[in-house]
């Protein structure tokens, strides 16, 4: 278990969660109201991709506690924090949702990036190799994103 002191990796781990949780419901915001052409392809892969992100949260919330610190506590707490904007806007075309989701999930990526620089700098070896999973998941979520919105 890593050392109890690591203000650095639970701090760069609570705005990593509170990023997941506003992408999470952005994305599944997006999922109930796309509309238009390719729907159902976008309703799928919406609903796909807010269920990966909702997976992370308890890992990143659990890495916090090992850390010895606390973990956010409210959806004021993540509305606080978070640095993902919240989206409601009615009538959001269904290519709007497609290119913010890719650019979120880039901000997400960043955030997961300076988690594992915190992570390496604090000599928390466990969590520098979590984040590695969240990484590739999270590349994987732009790369279709993008292809889907015809970057």
Do not use: C
């Amino acid at each position: 278990m890593p050392d109890h002191n690591q203000p650095a990796v639970a701090d760069a781990l609570n705005a990593l969660l509170a990023d997941s949780l506003a992408l999470y419901l952005k994305t599944k915001n997006y999922h109930w109201h796309v509309q238009g052409p390719h729907f159902r392809e976008r309703h799928l892969l919406f609903d796909e991709q807010a269920t990966q992100i909702l997976a992370t949260t308890d890992l990143i919330a659990e890495r916090v506690r090992k850390n010895g610190a606390a973990t956010l506590r409210s959806i004021g707490d993540v509305g606080r924090r978070q640095s993902i904007r919240d989206d409601d806007a009615a009538g959001v075309d269904a290519e709007t949702m497609v290119r913010t989701l890719a650019a979120d999930n880039k901000t997400l990526l960043a955030q997961i990036k300076e988690v594992k620089a915190a992570a390496e700098k604090a000599g928390d070896i466990a969590t520098s190799g979590l984040v590695d999973g969240w990484a590739d998941e999270t590349e994987q979520r732009v790369w279709f994103l993008e292809a889907t919105a015809g970057y």
